[in-house]
């Protein structure tokens, strides 16, 4: 027991290795060597032009992603693709997934989404894509996401009735002194979004976010971790160098592995 209270265990260790990276992209931001985003970025297909192609496919993905949803009960837990870095409880919900790259492509279920994997392997600097498919009524609580190294970017697949409601949506506080205070009740003061099919939006998911489908059919999201842009060279050689070093850790392995459905 005393020895474990000295030294941290290595899961303990790797988050502390992630936040100390996080703070040099932090630092960066404060510097303005780098572009802090707003809560939702939507002029971005100038840095990521192959998004503008993905959109433009989006019938086809939607159609893909209506085959998967047949197979639902088979598919992963987010908890089970790593959702455990995103602290606070917010995987005790009927939240799957379907991934399609985790540092590389899960080529199983890329097999069963050829245009969509197509799509995806014209994107350089993707690192996650899956589709997150949330279920009625459920809310995944406030939380902050684990790389300032990415952007997130969410394409809306499957959003009942294209959100004529308003009864699906997603919030971030982009405050930087509010995110310091790592206090959940301020996601209150955040923008929020609507999705909408065929819509993208792009956010930095190291803010304090969450986000409710309160309808009461499934809501679908194909979700992108996507390589940052336009930094400094010497920040750039760094990402890439952290980045390459993350493919190489057994728990994206692990990741990938746990992401191919469970047979009948």
């Not at 998004?51 to 598919?75: N, Q």
């Not at 995806?120 to 690192?127: M, S, T």
């Not at 489908?213 to 390589?227: G, T």
Request: charged share 30%; glycine share 8%; proline share 5%.
């Amino acid at each position: 027991m005393r020895k474990s209270l000295v030294r941290p265990g290595r899961k303990g260790r790797k988050r502390a290795v992630v936040r100390a990276i996080d703070d040099v992209y932090r630092l960066a931001e404060r510097r303005g060597w780098i572009q802090r985003l707003p809560a939702f970025e939507r002029d971005y297909h100038r840095e990521y032009p192959q998004l503008g192609d993905l959109e433009d496919g989006y019938p086809l993905v939607r159609e893909e992603c209506l085959r998967l949803l047949a197979i639902k009960d088979r598919l992963p837990d987010l908890e089970a693709l790593g959702g455990r870095y995103t602290a606070g409880g917010v995987n005790a919900i009927e939240w799957k997934t379907f991934a399609l790259k985790i540092g590389g492509f899960v080529r199983e279920n890329c097999a069963q989404c050829p245009g969509t994997a197509g799509f995806l392997e014209r994107i350089p600097g993707l690192f996650t894509a899956f589709f997150s498919v949330l279920d009625a009524r459920q809310y995944i609580r406030p939380h902050w996401g684990y790389y300032k190294g990415f952007v997130r970017y969410h394409l809306g697949v499957t959003i009942p009735d294209d959100n004529a409601h308003r009864l699906c949506r997603l919030r971030v506080n982009a405050d930087p002194a509010q995110n310091a205070c790592r206090d959940r009740a301020l996601i209150e003061n955040a923008e929020t979004y609507y999705w909408r099919n065929g819509e993208g939006v792009m956010f930095d998911d190291t803010n304090l976010h969450d986000a409710r489908n309160d309808s009461d059919e499934v809501r679908v999201v194909l979700f992108l971790d996507l390589y940052r842009r336009s930094m400094p060279l010497p920040l750039d050689a760094f990402n890439r160098i952290s980045l390459a070093l993350a493919r190489l850790d057994g728990s994206v392995r692990r990741m990938h592995d746990a992401a191919i459905p469970r047979p009948n």
